[in-house]
């Protein structure tokens, strides 16, 4: 299957912002997810619904709050600071509680962290992680 750089530049962070892992064997899994949905965001809920992403977070289980704490802290770990993972889980929460999808929500999360430059202070690190 031939996707386009931004493509496949959406699988890896997909893969590694909602599994915490390179996409590796499941690569081509991702790849067709993506391909199969509208954009990224799409194939972000795609994923999330899969029995791999519940048995990480199981997020159809959980409050907006309880998914929002779990996905940044799945993301960013030890890279960011209490203060910094609560601020970000606010933001997602407030994304879900406004009416988005857990997956656009992650992706948004996601891709907004991808873009940090690893020099900032306070997300760099997290940054350079998922980079």
């Known amino acids: 299957m031939a996707?386009?750089?931004?493509?496949?530049?959406?699988v890896f962070k997909l893969a590694v912002g909602l599994f915490n892992a390179a996409p590796g064997g499941f690569y081509n899994s991702v790849a067709g997810i993506l391909l199969s949905s509208k954009d990224a965001a799409a194939a972000a809920d795609a994923l999330i619904a899969t029995d791999a992403f519940q048995a990480i977070i199981p997020s159809n289980l959980l409050t907006n709050d309880q998914f929002a704490a779990r996905l940044v802290e799945n993301l960013v770990g030890t890279n960011a600071t209490a203060a910094n993972k609560a601020w970000a889980a606010a933001q997602v929460v407030g994304q879900l509680n406004g009416g988005a999808s857990q997956g656009t929500a992650?992706?948004?999360?996601?891709d907004a962290l991808s873009k940090v430059p690893t020099s900032d202070s306070n997300w760099g690190a997290a940054a350079a992680a998922l980079n």
């Open 3 to 10: 996707i386009t750089s931004a493509q496949q530049s959406a």
């Open 106 to 110: 992650a992706y948004w999360a996601i």
